[in-house]
């Protein structure tokens, strides 16, 4: 099961900064966080991950609590090509079955 | 830099047929493999993954097989299919942490 919570669906005004939370709160202090997003069908796309610290890249920023129990993803600047499903997940595994997909949630963004 | 490639990208089959996807990737050497299935509707469900040329760890129990027979090749196989295989079927290679996904075969079976 995956080990993140993450709301099923949000819409964002184009051009406006899109905040996709995340729930991690039994994560462990190996494990780092890590966001994928999928344009519908399509394979995942890797956008940033994180282990404390905030991360930032030409996609997105990543900003983890201070707790490490919760964290935001932020489009700057979200586009139509933004829409897609965002998937969180929380591993320390390189292998197998501890990179989990969840259901993850749905950015809609608007014109 | 790396790529990764999946065929077909898709394909009806009968209930009952054999099935094999294939998943290469150019670009590394001696990456970890996984095949992912994503139903209608849903998440990711891993599947199947590989460490090594001839290793294959399963996941789940199922209808499914999968066979590694050359470094960055990874073969999804059944000999005969159900209904309920149905779906987006997704081949991913990991360097470190990271998980890079290919362009997925959507199945369908009839």
């Known amino acids: 099961d995956a080990k993140t919570t993450q709301p099923p669906s949000m819409d964002c005004a184009e051009g406006r900064a899109a905040n996709l939370p995340c729930n991690h709160s039994?994560?462990?202090?190996?494990?780092?966080v890590y966001w994928y997003r999928q344009i519908h069908s399509q394979g995942p796309q890797y956008i940033i991950h994180g282990l404390k610290n905030n991360e930032t890249n030409e996609m997105a920023s990543l900003i983890i609590t201070e707790d490490r129990k919760s964290s935001t993803l932020i489009l700057p600047h979200a586009t139509l090509r933004d829409t897609a499903v965002y998937y969180c997940?929380?591993?320390?595994?390189?292998?197998?079955?501890?990179?989990?997909f969840g259901p993850g949630t749905r950015l809609s963004v608007l014109p | 830099s790396q790529t990764i490639h999946q065929w077909p990208a898709t394909l009806v089959q009968p209930v009952g047929s054999p099935l094999s996807l294939e998943c290469t990737v150019e670009g590394t050497s001696n990456p970890n493999l996984y095949w992912y299935r994503q139903a209608a509707g849903r998440g990711l469900q891993l599947l199947f993954y590989?460490?090594?040329?001839?290793?294959i760890s399963s996941e789940v129990p199922q209808n499914l097989s999968a066979s590694r027979p050359q470094d960055r090749q990874f073969i999804l196989s059944s000999k005969k299919l159900l209904l309920s295989d149905s779906g987006f079927y997704l081949c991913a290679w990991s360097e470190s942490y990271l998980r890079f996904f290919g362009p997925g075969t959507r199945l369908t079976v009839l």
């Open positions: 039994t994560i462990s202090g190996n494990e780092y």
């Open positions: 997940i929380v591993s320390s595994d390189n292998y197998g079955q501890n990179f989990v």
């Open positions: 590989s460490v090594g040329i001839g290793q």
